[in-house]
């Protein structure tokens, strides 16, 4: 600081006191953004464990043998869930499609047949989407899991 010059202990002053105004206003401005980010994610992983849940809950209905889920055709039109619901949920299914088809497989020349059912599931929570998908194979006259993937973002 110049001693002697009118004003300049005040100049100072008012530039230490922008600085630090601008300081806050930064720190401020990440913290928002970053509890923003936070509770985008956080919606996100609730809709993936929503969409799961729905996915599992499923799966176990199809487990227990439950027939009326289990489609009768392999007609695409005639698969399609939409009321699936879970207790509690915040958010809804959008879509559960239940796919059964015919594979075929080959071993020591011979051919066998065996059904699949492809399950998938789409869940909304909070403008956000989830998407959910498991195959299973009858084995032993139980179907059972054979491949699940989910909880990614659609």
């Known amino acids: 600081m110049i001693k002697n010059n009118k004003g300049s202990g005040l100049t100072w002053a008012v530039m230490i006191v922008m600085i630090l105004l601008l300081i806050i206003g930064a720190s401020l401005t990440f913290a928002y953004s970053s509890y923003n980010r936070s509770i985008d994610n956080r919606n996100q992983l609730q809709c993936d464990l929503y969409a799961k849940s729905a996915l599992d809950s499923l799966i176990k ?59 998938e599931i789409t869940y909304e929570y909070n403008d956000r989407t989830s998407n959910v998908q498991a195959v299973m194979q009858k084995i032993g006259g139980i179907w059972k899991v054979i491949n699940y993937d989910g909880g990614e973002a659609a």
Request: charged share 30%; aromatic share 6%; glycine share 4%.
């Open 61 to 119: 209905a199809i487990g227990d043998n439950e027939t009326d889920l289990i489609p009768k055709s392999s007609a695409f039109e005639d698969n399609i869930y939409p009321e699936i619901s879970l207790p509690n949920a915040k958010g809804e299914v959008s879509q559960a499609v239940i796919h059964i088809v015919d594979k075929e497989q080959e071993k020591d020349n011979d051919k066998k047949i065996i059904p699949l059912i492809y399950i």
